[in-house]
């Protein structure tokens, strides 16, 4: 797939592009589009759906947008979104 993005310079002081890094205590460092790219559309590191909970809860608002919809629902909310 080619991206036809413009290329935007980064914010000062963010460190250089590089391979995904891991530093404990603080988790895994992603910064080449590629590699974000390929987390994000990785079966393995969806993030599980959950129920819900009460109105303003994490459990709530996980249970509420797309990003943590179970695979039946991510495409209905998205174009909601």
Known sequence: MTDSWPDIAPAPGMPDCGPPSFAPGRGWWVTRHADVRAALTEPAFRVPAVEGGPTGTLAWLRASVSRFSP??????RRAVG
């Open 71 to 76: 695979p039946q629902r991510h495409a209905e």
